[in-house]
């Protein structure tokens, strides 16, 4: 901690400026911070407390969060600055007010070590997104809080909203009457995250600093465990997926039944379910077999029920006989789940070492320009939030269904990335062709900027 108040000490200009600042935030190490001697010994267990450790142009603040705690949502106006996540989990509300309307927009998590951004101008709130753990935060502020007088603050059960006055201690409801200068009743409507976009299924859901493989491996097997009862229904139930799934489906039968008359072998990496995989099969009334990995054991599970033979597991870490190949491999859906570009280049190389000479390989990947997708929106995220300083990669982004608790991970690709990635592979014959995926779903697109990317590639017969 001495570390961190000589740096603040020695940014005490009033020069600061906000990206200044930061540059200097993140160039601290905030893992494994001794910070219990500054806690304050008289804080309380039922609300946040706050301790200022450095007065001057640039504020440092240690806050203690007991489990479930938040502070109100709250208007910044005249301050800016950074917050740096000590211990626990820290969960970042941002919302926008348009009119008497109060909408909810997005949550970052933020673990140990990672650092959230309080740009000026924004209202949100910061909760312990633990109720078990305690949460302890580090704020640097600038200018300085020295008062919490003129501060709004916004209550989403009651549409109240406070403004503070020189008594307040800070951004809580839980004060006294006197530490408000004014409060109105039923000031605006809160409208939640689904209504104010229009009841999406699922939401961006970024983590800070990105989780390593293993805990991103782990999530999404949580994940699919947590959608395998229901995820044949959401393929077959959203019209927009169905046709999308079905094209793509037909796509790859169709070529198979073009390039590989009496395929005897198929293996599907991500074979989830195993119901696409039965459905490719049905449509080109093949008499194949096909074995399947999947790192959900509840999927493979389902497609053991289908009669596909399944690997529970994740492919790299998957042990295959070497001289084990197939006709045909197909990776759909999820080859963006591999976190990272050179994990995705080593699953494409194995990939091809099980692939027979003159094999046919499918995948398809979400395209980081469809403007009718994520892909826009994780960009504008990734550098708004400056999530290269946090181990991201361009295309990068987390998400979670709104009525389910796990979050999963997907990347989306330039069309350039992905066919290099298969070219240093060693493959040959790439072709990309666009499918709407949101938009006009299920048709193929010309436009570069519409539809998911799916690709085949061949293995050269002289390999």
Known sequence: MEEILSKVASLASDQLNFEELGDAIYSLDFVDVDYEAYLDPNRSENDYCRKVLHEGPLECVLLFWPPGTESAIHYHRGFWGYVAVLEGIAENVEYVQRGETLEEGMTVRVLSGGIIREPDDIIHKIQNGSNINNLVTLHFYY?????????????????????????AKSASWKQAEECFEEIQENAFEFMPFD?????PSHKIFPIIPKPDC?????????????????????DTQHKSRQR??????????????????????????ACGTGRREMNIKEIISGDYEVMGIDISADMCQIAEERGIETIHGDWLNTEIPQDKQFEVITFLYAFGHITTHEKRRKV???????????GSFY????NLYDKSEWGPKALDVYNRLQLY???YEEGDVFYKKLEGDEIAYLHYFREEEITNLLIEAGFSEIDVTHVGYVQRSGEIQQEKDLGALFVKARKARNE
């Open 143 to 167: 200018p300085p809080i020295n008062t919490f007088k003129g501060m709004k603050i916004y209550e989403l059960e009651t549409g109240r909203e406070g403004t503070l006055g020189e008594k």
């Open 195 to 199: 209504k104010a976009k229009n009841f």
């Open 214 to 234: 293993d805990q991103i491996s782990s999530m999404l097997a949580g994940y699919y465990n947590e959608q395998a009862e229901q995820y044949d229904n959401f």
């Open 244 to 269: 999308y799934t079905n094209r793509i489906n037909e796509l790859i039968a169709s070529d198979i039944h073009d390039k590989h008359q009496g395929i005897k072998s198929k293996l599907a990496i």
């Open 348 to 358: 494409l190389e194995k990939v091809f070492n099980h692939l027979e000479p003159g």
């Open 363 to 366: 995948v398809d990947v979400f």
């Open 389 to 391: 300083r946090s181990d």
